[in-house]
């Protein structure tokens, strides 16, 4: 048997970052949680449920089941094959999300065509190719650094792949799975050393595509200005938002308890996935919110931590890697809550780790594998030991 994949099965506990597994773990456990909270009334309502309060619970448990296995399984992975697998990953990203967009194949929901129709369960590809994008791009960034100041060899063919993939967004649309992939990607090109005139010019590109994206969508518009003030259409274009806001307000410091929430009873849309945060307020309070955001503050912490330690034994791809990895659930978390708090405008993304989703739950836990073993290897490589 490989010697690596014995290395790893009898790793001793303080082998790999214990604060970062258990960060991730207090947050899927409040996740389950908090998904049952907050779904109870919808799914003892809904036909699709049989109106079976637990049903979300039920498939939310699962969902988590399989990406606790599936975790275990990517540990044992070198950090090394995830670099040769990246470039297959990321073509086999692109072909999910163009699958989605085929008649018959992809399962149209509210007005998005964001879900693969299998038999037994339903899959997200744009959850996936967020880790697809992560791995590429610290793979690209490693293979190209020699180029990678240059516009032409380095910047452009990375951009003409994003383009590619933004427009397959755009056609479901999936616009915040879009920022998250984007913005990841080219971190972590900036982070590996890619020229900075090129990289405030792509900022600038970034910037004038979203306004006219905006401009050029009158639904965009509605919640740019519900956005702005959800009180002047308290129940139309600012509707969501305006509830989310009721409920932070009602659960000022240490929440009305769990499962009391008033806003989850229909009056909250979409609860038990982009707006959990808004039903954590409200039955935690202050004090549930902080320690969420704390415990996101200290996973993306770890990850550049860990970059820091593969830095110094001169692994780039794991490095950029990790840092990606970190990027990617952070900024994702931050928007989630700042739409919950009404600090950004409404956009379709889960709470890391939290809302209910399988494929999210899977591509975070299995990111998060993949940041886990990248510092198992940093550990033995500091033993003198081959990782």
């Known amino acids: 048997m490989n010697k690596t994949f014995v290395l790893a099965r009898n790793a001793p506990d303080t082998e790999y970052d214990r604060s970062l597994a258990w960060a991730a773990l207090l947050l899927a456990a409040g996740g389950l949680v908090m998904v049952y909270s907050a779904s109870i009334t919808t799914a003892e309502a809904s036909r699709y449920s049989a109106n079976n309060g637990a049903w979300f619970l039920l498939r939310h448990g699962v969902f988590l089941a399989l990406a606790l296995a599936a975790a275990i399984g990517v540990f044992l992975v070198p950090a090394r094959l995830w670099q040769q697998a990246a470039p297959w990953l990321f073509f086999g990203g692109v072909l999910l999300l163009a699958a989605v967009l085929v008649p018959g194949v992809g399962r149209e929901v509210n007005g998005a065509r964001r879900w693969l129709a299998l038999p037994v369960v339903s899959v997200q590809p744009s959850e996936l190719m967020k880790l697809a994008a992560v791995l590429y791009a610290a793979d690209y960034t490693v293979r190209k650094h020699t180029v990678l100041k240059s516009f032409r060899r380095g910047l452009l063919p990375m951009l003409a ?71 002047s259409d308290p129940f139309g274009s600012g509707y969501q938002l305006s509830h989310a806001l009721i409920a932070f307000g009602r659960g000022e410091w240490l929440g009305v308890g769990l499962g009391a929430s008033v806003e989850k009873l229909h009056y909250l849309p979409e609860a038990h996935t982009d707006f959990l945060l808004a039903v954590i307020a409200e039955e935690t309070g202050f004090l549930g919110v902080a320690l969420v955001i704390g415990l996101f503050v200290w996973i993306v912490a770890r990850a550049f931590a860990i970059s820091r330690q593969a830095v110094l034994r001169e692994r780039h791809f794991a490095a950029l890697c990790a840092q990606g990895i970190g990027i990617w659930i952070g900024l994702q978390a931050f928007i989630n809550m700042g739409v919950n708090m009404g600090l950004l405008p409404t956009k379709g993304l889960t709470l890391p780790l939290m809302s209910y989703g399988g494929s999210g739950l899977l591509a975070n836990f299995v990111a998060l594998a993949i940041l886990l073993r990248i510092d198992w290897e940093n550990r033995q490589l500091a033993r003198g030991l081959h990782a």
Do not use: K, Q
Not at 161 to 173: S, T
Not at 193 to 200: L, S, Y
Not at 210 to 220: C, D, E, G, K, W
């Open 161 to 231: 792949v994003m383009l590619l993939v933004a427009w397959l967004l755009l056609r479901e649309p999936d616009f915040g799975a879009l920022v998250v992939i984007a913005a990841s990607a080219f971190a972590v090109l900036f982070l590996g050393g890619m020229n900075g005139r090129h990289f405030v010019a792509l900022l600038g590109m970034l910037a004038a595509g979203f306004v006219v994206l905006v401009l050029s969508s009158p639904y965009r518009m509605h919640r740019i200005f519900g956005y702005m003030d959800p009180w």
